[in-house]
Structure formats: C-alpha cells, structure tokens
C-alpha cells in the first residue's frame, strides 16, 4: 500500500508540474515495472547463459573442480563397490583413493571443451526459446542445453577423456585396484566396467550441474547480475520476493 501511494504522489507530481509528457517506458521505470520486450529478454538471457557458461565451464576446468565439489565428484562406480569396499576394510586405500582423484582429473582437463559448444548453443536461441526459459524453473535454460548439446558434448569429450586418462594413468590405476583385489583369498572377480564411457558421463553431468546452479544463482541473487542488462531482466520479480 504504502509503495502504491508513493508511487501515486510521484505520478501525481508530474503531472502537476507540467511533465505529462512521459511516455510508458519512463513511466514504467519510474514505477519498477518497465515493460520487457522480446529484443531485451532474449539479449539479457543469451547475455545471462553466456556469463553463467563461462563461469561454469572456468569453475570444472580447473585441477580439482571436480574433486573439490561434493556434487561434482564422481564417483567410484557402483560395479566396483565390492571391490572398494573389501579394499577399504583392509586398509588398501591408495589404489581406491588413486582411482576417484585419476577419474575427476581426466573430467576436468575434458570439461573446457563445453565452452564452445555451449556458447554455439547461447547463439542459437530463439525468441521462443528466451520466453521459456525466463518462465521457466530455476534450471530452465540448462534443461534445455543437456537437451539440445548433451550428446555433443559426450562426443567431444571422449577422446579428450582418453587421452587425460593416459596423461593420469587411469588404466593402470585401475589395473592396480582390480589386481589387489584378486590377490586376496575368496573373492569374487570384479565385474568390468568402462571407465571411459563412465568419466565422459560424468563429465557431462558435472558440468550442466555447476550451468544449473550459475542459472540459479543469476535468477535469485542479485550480486551474480553483473551488467545493467541481467538487472533488467531477472530483477523484475524481486520485490515480489
């Protein structure tokens, strides 16, 4: 109430002093409610998802970024969680802990090459597309990049994981594990598992994880809209908030 009548005094005041010439874009920004066009939405969201891409792409590219974040981290397989585990109780942690730091290494040095593919994607954005995504969830826009560049993503990523995995010596860590567990009486041989196919997706998964929380942060953190343009935008429903 106390906003609608502050707001009622100002436009009042206006028209008072002679100046009922404000048209409805100042008329709207003097009220907070500046109408947003399909050419600003979509720029703010292309400019929105081109800085949330980077930022996601700087923060999984980095040694560790993978294995520093809890939700990032992947894991050891589920296949070998026999292995692991019968390891573990006997205090064989080094070839365990080896494996899950050789497997986040390798995602990382893969994970920049998401930049351009996603940056072809923030270019390719309709105006359909911009409307949806700023209706949408919290994650609205990286639902729609795993979509449309998942699987581009997965073949970008394979060779690259190949190799890092040779640059961190994933086989042989691997190899090591698996022979110090069949070197122990009475257990079962481990199942096998692709470790290849298993770092890319999670390389994958790694990285529209830390896109959906940048989108997230853009959408409900006002500090994270660093240009005037993101402000517009998304800062519409802030006071409603």
């Known amino acids: 109430m106390r906003r609608s009548l502050s707001a009622a005094i100002l436009l009042a005041s206006f028209l008072l002093s002679g100046c009922a010439t404000l048209n409805a874009d100042a008329l709207g920004d003097l009220l907070g409610q500046a109408p947003l066009d399909e050419a600003t939405v979509a720029a703010g969201l292309k400019q929105a998802l081109s800085i949330g891409s980077g930022r996601a792409v700087d923060t999984v590219s980095v040694v560790d970024g993978f294995l520093a974040d809890e939700l990032l981290r992947i894991a050891i397989p589920q296949q070998l969680s026999g292995v692991t585990s019968t390891l573990r109780d006997l205090g064989l942690n080094a070839p365990v802990d080896d494996l899950e730091i050789g497997m986040n290494r390798a995602a990382s040095l893969a994970a920049g090459e998401a930049r351009t593919v996603l940056t072809t994607a923030v270019s390719q954005l309709t105006i359909a597309d911009a ?46 594990m698996v022979d110090a567990y069949d070197a122990l009486p009475l257990t079962k041989k481990p199942e096998m598992v692709d470790l290849e196919d298993y770092v890319v997706e999670g390389t ?25 343009l993101l402000k517009r935008v998304f800062g519409r429903d802030d006071a409603a908030n």
């Open 131 to 176: 409307f949806a995504i700023l209706n949408g969830g919290d994650t609205a826009a990286t639902d729609l990049f795993r979509a449309r560049t998942g699987d581009e993503l997965r073949t970008r990523f394979r060779p690259l994981v190949n190799d890092a995995m040779a640059q961190v010596g994933v086989a042989r860590i691997y190899n090591t």
């Open 204 to 228: 994958v998964n790694g990285v529209f994880t830390e896109l959906g929380r940048e989108e997230a942060l853009i959408r409900h953190d006002p500090v994270a809209r660093t240009t005037d």
